[in-house]
């Protein structure tokens, strides 16, 4: 991998130097392990982008629509949501122990770094197809002008291509099979 020649020139000692401003061997294998990550959090972050719809333009959507399936019977707004344990358990258990936090880290900030994503792509669909005030924006207050299908469709769009991004990555990761245990 590119980042195991850099990163083992990390071990070897500068001329004339002592041998304490060398890197351990443990401290780079550990550097590679996150850094072996990096690809799978990148190709990650449409996910991100995609979860954090759920508290946005699906909320809209319900309050705008007609809940009752019969009378005395309501659908609540609020939606099933599922804890998204396996990116938790990847990350975790991908890094060495003492880096633990750092894999817990690099998956939260997926859906941190998705979600401030998700509001550029939204105020950039926003500037690009509601800019001449002569027609309505993908996002109008009015729902029945609003074109959310195609902002829906891109979304689908993107998770097609970060699917592809992610099996790449996935294929060419080096999976860590050593148990994380201390003692």
Same mark, same amino acid.
């Given at each position: 991998?590119?980042?195991?020649?850099?990163?083992?020139?990390?071990?070897?000692?500068?001329?004339?130097?002592?041998?304490?401003?060398? &890197?351990?061997?443990?401290?780079?294998?550990?550097?590679?392990?996150?850094?072996?990550? #990096?690809?799978?959090?990148?190709?990650?972050?449409?996910?991100?982008? #995609?979860?954090?719809?759920?508290? $946005?333009?699906?909320?809209?959507?319900?309050?705008?629509?007609?809940?009752?399936?019969?009378?005395?019977?309501?659908?609540?707004?609020?939606?099933?949501? $599922?804890?998204?344990? $396996?990116?938790?358990?990847?990350?975790?258990?991908?890094?060495?122990?003492?880096?633990?936090?750092?894999?817990?880290?690099?998956?939260?900030?997926?859906?941190?770094?998705?979600?401030?994503?998700?509001?550029?792509?939204?105020?950039?669909?926003?500037? #690009? &197809? /509601?800019?001449?005030?002569?027609r309505d924006s993908w996002f109008s207050?009015?729902?029945?002008?609003?074109?959310?299908?195609?902002?829906?469709?891109?979304?689908?769009?993107?998770?097609?291509?970060?699917?592809?991004?992610?099996? &790449?990555?996935?294929?060419?990761?080096?999976?860590?099979?050593?148990?994380?245990?201390? /003692?």
């Amino acid at each position: 991998m590119p980042e195991s020649v850099f990163l083992n020139e990390a071990l070897l000692a500068p001329n004339n130097s002592r041998e304490k401003e060398t &890197c351990r061997h443990s401290e780079v294998e550990e550097a590679k392990a996150v850094l072996r990550l #990096v690809p799978i959090w990148a190709a990650s972050l449409v996910y991100g982008i #995609v979860f954090a719809q759920g508290p $946005t333009f699906f909320t809209k959507q319900a309050v705008t629509m007609d809940r009752n399936i019969f009378p005395g019977f309501d659908i609540p707004a609020a939606s099933l949501q $599922t804890l998204p344990v $396996t990116g938790i358990e990847f990350f975790y258990g991908q890094v060495p122990n003492d880096l633990r936090s750092m894999g817990l880290a690099l998956y939260l900030s997926i859906l941190g770094v998705g979600s401030f994503l998700s509001g550029f792509l939204i105020s950039l669909i926003e500037k #690009v &197809c /509601g800019k001449d005030g002569q027609r309505d924006s993908w996002f109008s207050n009015n729902l029945n002008k609003a074109h959310l299908d195609y902002f829906y469709w891109l979304l689908s769009g993107l998770s097609v291509v970060g699917l592809a991004l992610f099996i &790449c990555s996935a294929k060419s990761y080096i999976y860590n099979l050593k148990v994380n245990t201390r /003692g």
